[in-house]
């Protein structure tokens, strides 16, 4: 795999964890059977690949209707991206992709949650949507644009087959497990959104690039 398909990988994993975010998953269906929470684990995968191949497509369309450069977006994405990895690193939920405490209060019953909150915003956020559209930008060669779509797929399928198996798992994962997976996965987003501000500076201040 190359640099673009491992740094797209690292990133997506990174935001959709679906390991760091069985736990949500789990409590948003509580009280749901597991037949239930099975569909809505298969209406979620169905959402967010419906999203994500919106915005894989459309995103930089989209950024060019309001005259907004992918280097822009690129630097706004990676502040926003850099809040979600330094939260993740201490521990927090940040409320862009997680909802304050009054939107959580109005979350749907258990069978209604596939997508809100569970697709948008915990999964398809803008971390994730940032993402989505950064790289989407730098796929400039087939190979790229089919390690894209390769690495998107396989994002989705693991998102159902975890979330397929969530009560079997949540009884397995531990809490300490998924506080360093979350810490771990923190650390990686904020060095990606790093790279993605630096690169994005670049570009709009070339004086910057020496």
Known sequence: MDGFALKFAGALFAIMNPISNLPVFLSVTDGATRATQRQIALKLALYVGVMGTVFGIFGNAVLTIFGISVDDFRIAGGLVVLLLGLNMLSGQDHSAHYGTKDEKADYPDAAAVAFYPLTFPILMGPGTITTLIVFSGQAQSPADTLAYWLVFGVMVAGLAMVFWFAGDIGK?????????????????????AVDMITTGLKVTLPGLAG
Request: glycine fraction near 10%; charged fraction near 15%.
């Open 172 to 192: 397995r994962l531990t809490t300490t497990a998924r506080v360093i997976m979350g810490r771990l996965m923190g650390m990686i987003l904020a060095a990606i």
